[in-house]
Nanobody, 117 residues
């Protein structure tokens, strides 16, 4: 099982910013050819897509985060990032890193993001 380790979550006030990181233990070749994504989940709700970035660098975002969140990747570090600005209490969730390669999904353990005053 390839390991994905998220970090950067925490408590932030409304309007604040956070940057999540996800380090992947796969080889650089596999990581660079993987689509990477961030999902989030709140209690009682299904896990939802936040943002994805393809191996070629194309990105896609949930409508609720467009203009506020930015996904990026550094293939030299096997790491994907999620920059979150203008955070709202509605963004409170556990955020999960996802790697998709050859049709198989891999997940991290999740990191809690809480937006509250």
């Amino acid at each position: 099982q390839v390991q994905l380790v998220e970090s950067g979550g925490g408590l932030v006030q409304p309007g604040g910013s956070l940057r999540l990181s996800c380090a992947c233990a796969a080889s650089k070749i596999i990581f660079s050819n993987s689509a990477m994504g961030w999902y989030r989940q709140t209690p009682g709700k299904q896990r939802e897509l936040v943002a994805v970035i393809t191996s070629g660098g194309s990105t896609n975002y949930a409508d609720s985060v467009k203009g506020r969140f930015t996904i990026s990747r550094d293939n030299s570090k096997n790491t994907v990032y999620l920059r979150m600005n203008s955070l709202d209490p509605e963004d409170t969730a556990v955020y999960y890193c996802n790697r998709r390669y050859l049709g198989i999904n891999y997940w991290g353990q999740g990191t809690q993001v809480t937006v509250s005053s």
